[in-house]
């Protein structure tokens, strides 16, 4: 096979999965996508034919596609395809093998169909997240303007009625107001405009556990991280604010929950949707803890201003958390079931960044 390293580095670049045989059916070479989904060479070049990766029902397929496409010197494509691994797991997938006869060796793609359902999900996510947003600043606004007369109403109120009784409860008001004047600021003042410059996302990661920890000792912290993942373009500063408003709401949410415990993890993915396009690379920063979970009726308005299932919650730390993280191209998902809750901040690795970080 006389394939430019060039062009190899290419196929590095795609979210589908390419594996290369020569003509006796042994893996030659993987790109990126290939090896982060289990895919392997195996030192002893005997082991490395491909039906060695397969159960014996899926190779037998597999082998009757790449027999017809070797014969017909031609393009073969199988929908849907449960492929079965010799270890036993199990993926749906579209699989074409192409014979090329300029480079002789047989070129396999493999695209996940659960891919298409995880786009359709990450776009409607970030539609939805979107239309929120706009319609609680929208909200916001009109709100401003009559909190304003309001508090004008009672200041006015306050000096002209000196007794007790009507002091007391027009500084209610006064109060009151000034509090969901807060909120209200809050919600139309858009975040900061980001400093961008590299940096280290384990650095801000740091930083986070720091003020995580001083703020409660009594619930477990746990640090799991990928040393790999290169540096990131970015904002630190609004990134410790982000991952520190959902480790918060976290330590909140576990008060009571006995061996109390989150972890902060960080990971590199391949091949995942972010707001509805598959980038080739992510930064995953997960924040799971053990409490009693988000209540199903809510699900659908997490991120929502002004949504939250604590007593005294403005419901603004998300919020504020998804704009930051958007502004960086990324998003937010999260899963949370009684006894598991993961928030998932994804962030796009561009090349440049990636090669900066090894240069």
Same mark, same amino acid.
């Given at each position: 096979?006389?394939?430019?390293?060039?062009?190899?580095?290419?196929?590095?670049?795609?979210?589908?999965?390419?594996?290369?045989?020569?003509?006796?059916?042994?893996?030659?070479?993987?790109?990126?996508?290939?090896?982060?989904?289990?895919?392997?060479?195996?030192?002893?070049?005997?082991?490395?034919?491909?039906?060695?990766?397969?159960?014996?029902?899926? !190779?037998?397929?597999?082998?009757?596609?790449?027999?017809?496409?070797?014969?017909?010197?031609?393009?073969?494509?199988?929908?849907?395809?449960?492929?079965?691994?010799?270890?036993?797991?199990?993926?749906?997938?579209?699989?074409?093998?192409?014979?090329?006869?300029?480079?002789?060796?047989?070129?396999?793609?493999?695209?996940?169909?659960?891919?298409?359902?995880?786009?359709?999900?990450?776009?409607?996510?970030?539609?939805?997240?979107?239309?929120?947003?706009?319609?609680?600043?929208?909200?916001?606004?009109?709100?401003?303007?009559?909190?304003?007369?309001?508090? /004008?109403?009672?200041?006015?109120?306050?000096?002209?009625?000196?007794?007790?009784?009507?002091?007391?409860?027009?500084?209610?008001?006064?109060?009151?107001?000034?509090?969901?004047?807060?909120?209200?600021?809050?919600?139309?003042?858009?975040?900061?405009?980001?400093?961008?410059?590299?940096?280290?996302?384990?650095?801000?990661?740091?930083?986070?556990?720091?003020?995580?920890?001083?703020?409660?000792?009594?619930?477990?912290?746990?640090?799991?991280?990928?040393?790999?993942?290169?540096?990131?373009? /970015?904002?630190?500063?609004?990134?410790?604010?982000?991952?520190?408003?959902?480790?918060?709401? !976290?330590?909140?949410?576990?008060?009571?929950?006995?061996? !109390?415990?989150?972890?902060?993890?960080?990971?590199?993915?391949?091949?995942?949707?972010?707001?509805?396009?598959?980038?080739?690379?992510?930064?995953?920063?997960?924040?799971?803890?053990?409490?009693?979970?988000?209540?199903?009726?809510?699900?659908?308005?997490?991120?929502?201003?002004?949504?939250?299932?604590?007593?005294?919650?403005?419901?603004?730390?998300?919020?504020? !958390?998804?704009?930051?993280?958007?502004?960086?191209?990324?998003?937010?998902?999260?899963?949370?079931?009684?006894?598991?809750?993961?928030?998932?901040?994804?962030?796009?690795?561009?090349?440049?960044?990636?090669?900066?970080?090894?240069?």
């Amino acid at each position: 096979m006389n394939i430019e390293s060039s062009e190899l580095n290419f196929l590095n670049q795609l979210t589908t999965e390419i594996i290369i045989l020569d003509k006796d059916y042994k893996i030659i070479w993987l790109n990126d996508s290939a090896l982060n989904k289990g895919w392997y060479i195996n030192s002893k070049i005997e082991d490395n034919h491909i039906s060695k990766q397969l159960s014996e029902e899926t !190779a037998s397929s597999v082998m009757n596609l790449l027999n017809k496409s070797t014969e017909k010197r031609s393009s073969q494509t199988k929908r849907d395809f449960p492929l079965i691994t010799s270890k036993n797991q199990k993926r749906e997938i579209d699989f074409t093998v192409r014979c090329s006869d300029s480079y002789e060796c047989i070129i396999i793609e493999i695209s996940c169909v659960d891919n298409l359902n995880k786009i359709i999900d990450s776009t409607k996510t970030f539609s939805t997240q979107k239309i929120a947003a706009n319609l609680a600043r929208t909200l916001a606004h009109e709100v401003k303007n009559p909190l304003s007369g309001i508090k /004008g109403s009672a200041q006015i109120l306050n000096k002209k009625f000196k007794d007790e009784h009507s002091s007391k409860f027009l500084n209610i008001i006064i109060d009151e107001t000034n509090r969901l004047n807060s909120i209200v600021t809050k919600i139309l003042t858009p975040p900061s405009k980001p400093n961008l410059s590299l940096f280290n996302i384990h650095s801000a990661l740091e930083q986070v556990y720091a003020l995580a920890e001083a703020d409660n000792k009594e619930i477990k912290l746990i640090r799991d991280y990928d040393p790999s993942i290169p540096e990131i373009n /970015g904002d630190e500063d609004l990134f410790v604010q982000a991952i520190l408003n959902i480790v918060k709401n !976290a330590q909140q949410a576990i008060e009571k929950t006995e061996d !109390a415990s989150i972890t902060i993890k960080s990971r590199i993915q391949y091949g995942r949707p972010v707001n509805g396009t598959v980038y080739p690379t992510v930064c995953s920063i997960e924040i799971q803890d053990n409490g009693p979970g988000i209540p199903n009726e809510i699900h659908d308005q997490v991120f929502f201003p002004m949504v939250s299932i604590k007593e005294n919650g403005s419901g603004l730390g998300l919020t504020i !958390a998804q704009d930051i993280v958007r502004i960086h191209g990324g998003g937010i998902v999260f899963s949370s079931n009684p006894g598991k809750t993961v928030f998932s901040i994804q962030i796009p690795i561009k090349v440049g960044e990636k090669e900066s970080k090894i240069a």
